[in-house]
């Protein structure tokens, strides 16, 4: 089959016969993938295994393009999440995934029910899963590549492609990507909507496309429709075409959806049911199969019309770029535009037929195409073509263990982390690398020193009207802070992108966010999606708890330590003194410029950091005093494992002994009680929790390595170093009770958890204090019940 030249950047191209071919095979593969997960395989457990034929069906043309036609290999694409079979079976014709996967759909070891970066055994950009966060990736990872290219020197130059479906566009953080500054002038994104008209649940109502098209292009988007296929096109240009185009493109979606479930003369009738006579009259004499396949024709099946879109888009190179391509859910299959078959799974019968149609047999069904096929030559061609060089090995940049962070007065940690970053933006190799980010709230969270020192990220040199004496608020394309509208959810998919831009960019950044600590709640979703797609980022949420005591309960956070130390992929850290903050923050940036090294804390740690922190100021002489107790050799390392004796109250025989186990902001409450449980002669030790999460993780990887093995669990070594294993323990909080109340197990003595498990209120610090029983007297009071409690 003769190839012919064509300026995509991709070199020769087969023409549009060759590539429907190749998408029949596609087609046919990943409706196969699923059918053999569901029923080729016995799970066992009476669970339904699942999976998205239909989904997968409406973007194989789409897909197939894009893959066999127009993408390059620096090009980085997000698939959304149902159309995973479609990207397998594509991985798997280009030679990029063994054949002995193809059965493992949803198997445990297998292909991931949606695309994953880190668990797929094949090449997956972005992961994909939640919607909406899929096609917003791709947008920040350009943002990312913006940043890079500046900071660093041109990259290859990369597209930035995000497939999803029209019923992903309800979700809120779409419009929050895209209508962020952060994001504009972006021409290498193009983002191509499955416009199938169908959610889970149902046709998706009215004609949608209107306002998403009036969104797009408010938010300075391009925006092409690949509505008509080609014989729908030619139609229009006949006489009473223009009246049948308009009487399509007035058809709500439910009732042009509700076609494809009928027979040709059922479509007739519904078609021309109240159509104009002109409509009518246009269909004269047409055989009834002829019009069903007619006015069903729709360009997102046409692969000609959908390399002019992508060819469109590339054209545009000052702004993002969104392809509607209009197709049909199930598309070639005999489920094909039904109301419900988002989940729907053909019977064995219909795979049968299927197999027949496609020419194949159960011998050759798994087959890759004959590579003296212009098929199988063409793969070839393409596979070379998209084929990327392994990653070289980086050297680790020279982060310091410590900035030497000192403070004769009393200190916030969130004071101590603004002024250890202005340190690091001044060590040669390190500064560089750091890049801050912030929703509208970097100021008010202690990044104005190192904006001063380094500047706010702009693609051009802006000039700046309102000088500010205290905050230089410069924006050029040298400056390290990337600044971002009020949107969580856009800090998060931010830092996970500037935390893989050493995958998508060949670039490794320290990325460092900030935000208020409530509002982690409202990035969450986002932040999951960073950490499950193995991104490496610091983040601190500042201010933290009712410790914000005059803002009032909707800016308290209470359960913000309980997500840290549960989110996979993220160590939690709250610490209470600036040194730690300083320690903590050094060893958290060299783990992520050096990922996968072990050290003192015996495991290693990829993903995110994430601080909480407060604006609170407390004493630094007490820490002091620990450093000249124990040494700072000693104390910076239990710091790092997550515990260390703040107070040794020593040994007294016969006298009682009480832990008292503190984060953050309480301290100044734990040491006073213990003060005066000494007064009454009882001895308290006073254990500063730098990271319940470190702590967690060592006593559960002990646990487990003495169940899988059958023998005695140890106790882990951070836990002996800093606890009394015989004394009854009080936890202390400025968080949920819950997040501390496991030491007791851990430790195998009473506990009694303090910490705050209801809404707070405005007010002073000793106001909320005293409601949520975290004055010194209440951990007075809950020592004395922990005592009696042995």
């Known amino acids: 089959m003769p190839l012919h030249e064509v300026t995509n950047g991709a070199g020769a191209q087969p023409d549009s016969k060759l590539l429907a071919e190749v998408a029949q095979r596609v087609l046919w593969l990943s409706t196969r993938i699923v059918d053999a997960a569901n029923h080729d395989r016995a799970t066992g457990d009476g669970v339904k295994v699942g999976g998205h034929q239909a989904s997968s069906a409406s973007l194989v043309t789409a897909m197939t393009a894009l893959y066999f036609a127009h993408l390059d290999a620096p090009d980085r694409i997000s698939v959304k999440p149902h159309a995973s079979p479609v990207l397998h079976a594509i991985n798997y014709l280009l030679g990029n995934l063994d054949r002995s996967y193809l059965p493992t759909l949803r198997a445990f070891g297998g292909l991931q029910s949606y695309p994953s970066r880190t668990k797929d055994p094949d090449p997956v950009d972005f992961s994909t899963g939640s919607v909406g966060l899929g096609p917003a990736a791709p947008l920040f990872a350009a943002v990312a590549r913006r940043y890079v290219d500046a900071h660093f020197g041109a990259r290859p130059a990369s597209r930035f492609i995000a497939l999803l479906g029209d019923a992903e566009l309800d979700e809120g953080n779409i419009w929050e990507a895209i209508a962020d500054p952060a994001t504009q002038g972006l021409g290498n994104v193009m983002w191509i909507v499955d416009f199938n008209r169908q959610s889970l649940d149902r046709v998706v109502p009215g004609i949608r496309i ?58 007739r009738e519904r078609f021309l049911d109240g159509a104009p006579a002109e409509v009518v009259g246009f269909f004269d004499g047409m055989p009834d199969a002829d019009l069903a396949s007619l006015v069903t024709d729709l360009g997102g099946h046409d692969v000609e019309a959908m390399l002019a879109a992508y060819r469109a888009c590339d054209a545009e190179t000052d702004r993002p770029s969104v392809v509607f391509a209009y197709t049909v859910k199930g598309w070639g299959l005999p489920l094909a535009g039904n109301p419900r078959n988002h989940s729907a799974l053909l019977s064995t019968e219909q795979v049968g037929e299927l197999r027949t149609r496609m020419g194949l047999t159960a011998e050759t ?84 020193g190192f904006i001063n020192r380094t500047g706010v990220f702009h693609p051009e040199e802006k000039v700046s009207w309102s000088p500010d004496p205290l905050v230089k608020w410069t924006e050029s394309p040298a400056g390290q802070h990337i600044e971002l509208g009020i949107s969580e959810m856009n800090l998060f998919l931010n830092l996970g992108m500037l935390g893989l831009a050493w995958d998508h960019s060949d670039q490794l950044l320290l990325p460092v966010g900030t935000l208020y600590d409530p509002f982690v709640l409202r990035g969450l979703d986002a932040y999951v999606y960073a950490a499950y797609s193995g991104s490496r980022f610091v983040v601190a949420g500042t201010p933290s708890g009712v410790t914000l005591a005059p803002e009032g309960g909707a800016h308290q956070s209470t359960i913000t330590a309980s997500v ?76 790092l494992a997550g515990a260390y004796r703040l107070v ?59 169940i899988r093995t059958a023998t005695t669990p140890s106790i882990p070594g951070a836990l002996r170093a800093a606890f009394d294993m015989r004394a009854p323990v009080v936890t202390v909080h400025d968080a949920s009770s819950h997040a501390l109340a496991w030491l007791g197990s851990a430790l195998g003595v009473p506990c009694v958890p303090l910490g705050v498990d209801s809404f707070g209120q405005s007010g002073t610090v000793a106001d909320l204090y005293e409601a949520h029983d975290l004055t010194s007297g209440s951990i007075v009071n809950a020592a004395l019940a922990a005592l009696a409690l042995r």
């Open 564 to 639: 840290g130390i549960e989110l996979p992929n993220t160590t939690l850290l709250e610490p209470a003194y600036g040194a730690c903050v300083d320690w903590l923050l050094c060893h958290a940036l060299a783990r992520i410029a050096d990922p996968g090294k072990g050290d003192a804390l015996g495991k290693t740690e990829d993903g995110s950091y994430y601080f909480r922190l407060t604006t609170r100021p407390i004493d630094q002489a007490p820490f002091e005093a620990a450093r000249e107790r124990l040494g700072e050799a000693t104390l910076r390392r239990q710091v």
């Open 210 to 267: 209107q306002q998403w098209r009036s969104q797009f292009q408010a938010a300075g988007w391009h925006v092409v429709e690949v509505k008509y296929g080609p014989r729908l096109t030619a139609a229009y240009a006949q006489p009473g075409g223009a009246a049948l185009e308009a009487w399509i493109d007035a058809m709500p979606n439910e009732r042009y959806q509700s076609l494809f479930g009928l027979d040709p003369a059922g479509v």
């Open 365 to 448: 069904e798994w087959d890759r195409f004959d590579p003296t096929t212009a098929a199988g030559q063409w793969a070839g061609v393409r596979a070379e073509h998209l084929r990327r060089d392994p990653a070289q090995e980086r050297q680790p940049l020279p982060v310091p263990a410590a900035t030497a962070l000192k403070s004769a007065k009393p200190m916030s940690t969130q004071e101590a982390f603004g002024r250890i970053l202005v340190s690091l933006s001044r060590v040669d190799g390190v500064g560089d690398h750091i890049v801050t980010t912030a929703p509208d709230v970097a100021t008010s969270t202690n990044l104005a």
């Open 648 to 706: 040794d109250a020593g040994e007294t025989h016969g006298a009682p002994v009480v832990q008292l186990a503190a984060s953050g902001a309480v301290m100044p409450e734990v040491l006073t009680a213990a003060a005066e449980l000494a007064d009454e002669g009882i001895l308290a030790h006073v254990i500063d929790l730098t990271s319940a999460d470190r702590l967690y993780a060592a006593w559960q990887r002990t646990l487990r390595q003495g």
